[in-house]
């Protein structure tokens, strides 16, 4: 509309209903934009597998895509490979801002057969997805050739219907920053939040906001405690005992103090800038928050911790990071493989951890002299790695993950109690895993 | 096509006297006809086009699993939505949000209108400054809002509990009802300059006589508003409500940013596109954006019935 004339008088009724009508079908036509087309039958049974000699003999070049690049990664290590290669050129092609808009760009290749990209960097939780459409090539030989130098829980994210789709590239999990002059370092999540709640300023901060966060903060603790969301079959295990004593503890802790009621608006950003105002005593973050709090006046008088055990269980997590993903059509796969092989080398790994501070999945980087100059942490991080677990494997993740993160929000915001949210996320997820 | 104008001070048109039917005028319209077709013709396409395929996914079911498999599921797309609890709280909250919003835009819309009107110095900057929240991205301006009802470092908590007024301590956006007063505050701040400039043209076109008779008759500065400045200002505030209205029902990026949908703050658009585009699920997401998009025109409908019949009396009344 044309601001300048806004007051243009309105013909008659006719011309009104259609500007009315003109206007919803934009309206309309802008939501549905995004959807439509669809591939041609093809699951992930037919998909086509990558070889894992290939590599060795490939040329050309090799385009890769993702995520905008924040910490240089994805192009540092296209130059790296460029250079050690000599035969095949590698280039990162940012394809979206955020994770969720690199998502929509990726599907829309991929839904398309795009020959533009020939490794898609996929966030862990979304592998399942693309290898059920048959967007990707089979990793598996590739997988098992590498597998003596990737770390068991990382490989495990890239799985699904007993093959590997992928490779991990680096990982991701969860450790817990604290006060040193405030709070003691936590060996439970009961002595956490017991501490917590034992003065004004020793709060626990964490990432309560109603979306995939919660769902990744609330697993950690379920992981602990002995639960989880499906077992080995795919069977729904939510509705349990661990699942009540964990959404009765968090609800707890937010009650008595344990955990600001503010963390129910937190995604990762507000978390990380509430605790650097020194006001509480816990935060629960990712790696990267390490570097960021070094550049604060808490510099001096943080520590970092592995995720706590569940008291009487064991310590666990939840595992996120990247990896990479051959499309299955691609033009250049011999160049996908010869890339896929760099990234992972144990040497390239250390230079994930000392250049661009993402945790390796290679288990030999954690305890390397030059990798602990650079990254002090290493020690804690690798203990929450190998605990780790991925999050449920299955290609209707997003509805199981918001079946999990709303109903538990129900329940932290005091809207719903543990016995109904309960049951509601078991019924969710077991709607969701019959989608057609 | 009768040419006759709604607004007070559009001049008389063509004279109201029922069409010659002569040969000469049928030819006439026929050329006419022919002669507006193509771009008929493009638009039917630009929005009939899409609003079909949009009808038909909403038919179907697509599968998730499997890729490319689809079968024809008639209505139950539609069933499954009005059945369900999730539409018809999205349904209800939308409502809500777009009440408290549009009737406070307007009414602030034309407060800002009548000083924006005075005779000042400086009065065509100020008009133009006025329109900087309208120009900014909503999402930043969400981001802005969240970070300024931050408990603990938010602008806005930080001042409540100075200056000890109630709403230091809450968690706006992880409360109900609190969460919903931030978004419209926000839709508010964001979008009464809009209003307020439709209103304003409406305002200029109100001839000076009037007023110099209202005052010759002795009308107070209320009286003059009331009954000769809110009539004629009618139509813009109609004209500045359905656009409004529209824009409220499809409230998608305010919700999105602050609370995810959480709190009861979740939109009808918010449902279309967590189907759609988190879930791929393109027959039940297409499904309540046709819902969206049904409301959205039942709404518009049912303002140009009713407000529409006002503008009429109010043209009838000049004449």
Redesign the interface.
């Known amino acids: 509309m044309d601001l300048n004339r806004p007051a243009l008088p309105l013909q008659n009724k006719a011309a009104r209903n259609k500007a009315a009508l003109a206007a919803s079908a934009i309206a309309v036509a802008l939501l549905l934009s995004a959807c439509g087309g669809g591939a041609a039958p093809q699951g992930a049974e037919q998909a086509a597998a990558a070889d894992p000699a290939s590599g060795a003999n490939a040329s050309g070049a090799v385009n890769i895509c993702g995520v905008k690049d924040a910490s240089g990664i994805y192009k540092g290590t296209a130059e790296a490979f460029t250079k050690a290669n000599g035969k095949v050129t590698a280039k990162y092609t940012e394809i979206g801002a955020t994770t969720d808009e690199a998502r929509t760009q990726i599907v829309q290749r991929l839904e398309g057969k795009s020959t533009e990209c020939d490794i898609f960097l996929s966030d862990v939780i979304w592998t399942s997805e693309f290898a059920s459409q048959g967007w990707l090539l089979d990793q598996t030989e590739l997988v098992e050739a590498n597998k003596d130098r990737l770390i068991p829980s990382t490989v495990e994210t890239t799985k699904y219907q007993d093959k590997y789709w992928a490779s991990p590239f680096f990982t991701n999990a969860g450790l817990i920053y604290y006060q040193k002059d405030k709070v003691a370092k936590p060996e439970t999540w009961q002595q956490l939040y017991t501490e917590a709640a034992k003065a004004q300023g020793n709060g626990f901060v964490y990432q309560g906001k109603q979306y995939e966060g919660l769902t990744v903060n609330f697993l950690e603790m379920l992981y602990s405690a002995g639960g989880e969301v499906l077992d080995d079959q795919g069977n729904v295990k939510i509705d349990s005992k661990e699942t009540r004593d964990v959404l009765d503890f968090m609800s707890k802790g937010l009650k008595d103090g344990s955990a600001d009621r503010a963390v129910l608006t937190y995604n990762e950003d507000p978390a990380r800038l509430a605790y650097e105002s020194g006001k509480f005593g816990y935060q629960r973050n990712w790696p990267h928050v390490y570097r960021l709090l070094n550049a604060t006046p808490l510099a001096d008088s943080f520590g970092v911790a592995p995720l706590p055990a569940w008291e009487g269980g064991k310590a666990s997590g939840v595992l996120g990071g990247w990896n990479l993903a051959i499309s299955a059509h691609s033009t250049n796969q011999a160049g996908a493989v010869a890339f896929i092989d760099f990234a992972t080398t144990p040497d390239w790994q250390k230079h994930v951890a000392m250049d661009y501070s993402q945790a390796p999945v290679n288990e030999a980087a954690y305890s390397d002299p030059a990798v602990l100059e650079k990254m002090p942490f290493a020690t804690e991080l690798l203990a929450s790695v190998k605990g780790a677990k991925p999050r449920p494997i299955s290609p209707v993740y997003p509805q199981i993950s918001q079946a999990i993160y709303k109903n538990v929000y129900a329940v932290l915001s005091g809207t719903d109690s543990t016995e109904d949210a309960v049951k509601k996320m078991a019924d969710e997820i077991t709607t969701a895993k019959a989608s057609f | 096509?009768?040419?006759?104008?709604?607004?007070p001070s559009?001049p008389p048109s063509a004279p109201p006297s029922a069409p010659r039917t002569n040969a000469r005028d049928r030819a006439e319209r026929r050329l006419a006809f022919r002669m507006t077709a193509p771009s008929l013709i493009l638009?039917a396409l630009?929005?009939?086009v899409?609003?079909g395929?949009?009808i038909w996914?909403s038919l179907n079911?697509?599968?998730?699993?499997?890729?490319?498999?689809?079968?024809f599921v008639g209505l139950d797309n539609y069933i499954a939505a009005l059945t369900s609890q999730e539409w018809w709280a999205a349904f209800g909250q939308t409502f809500t949000f777009a009440a408290f919003s549009v009737t406070l835009e307007l009414i602030l819309g034309t407060a800002m209108a009548l000083l924006l009107n005075l005779a000042f110095k400086g009065r065509a900057v100020l008009r133009t400054v006025v329109?900087l929240p309208y120009a900014i991205i909503t999402v930043v301006s969400a981001i802005t809002w969240?970070t300024m009802f931050?408990?603990?470092?938010g602008l806005v908590t930080n001042v409540l509990s100075t200056l000890g007024l109630p709403g230091g301590d809450v968690?706006?956006?992880?409360?109900?009802g609190y969460a919903m007063a931030v978004i419209v505050m926000a839709d508010v701040w964001k979008t009464t300059p809009?209003a307020a400039?439709?209103i304003l043209?409406?305002l200029?076109?109100i001839s000076a006589e009037t007023y110099e008779a209202a005052e010759l008759d002795g009308a107070s500065k209320w009286q003059t508003f009331l009954h000769i400045t809110l009539p004629l200002l009618r139509?813009?505030i109609v004209?500045a409500a359905?656009?409004r209205t529209?824009d409220a029902l499809?409230v998608f990026d305010l919700p999105f940013v602050l609370?995810?949908?959480?709190?009861g703050t979740e939109s009808m658009?918010m449902l279309?596109?967590?189907q759609?585009?988190?879930?791929?699920?393109?027959g039940e997401?297409?499904a309540l954006?046709?819902l969206?998009?049904l409301t959205?025109?039942v709404v518009?409908?049912i303002?140009?019935r009713f407000g529409?019949g006002n503008?009429r009396d109010v043209a009838k009344e000049e004449q």
Do not use: C, D
């Open positions: 096509m009768a040419t006759k104008t709604i607004a559009a638009m630009v929005a009939a899409p609003i395929y949009a996914l079911q697509y599968s998730v699993r499997t890729a490319g498999l689809s079968r329109l969240q931050q408990p603990n470092l968690v706006w956006l992880g409360e109900h809009f400039l439709i043209a409406g200029q076109v139509p813009a004209l359905i656009f529209m499809r609370t995810r949908g959480a709190n658009s279309a596109y967590t759609l585009r988190e879930n791929r699920l393109v997401g297409s954006s046709i969206t998009f959205v025109m518009s409908v303002y140009i529409g503008i």
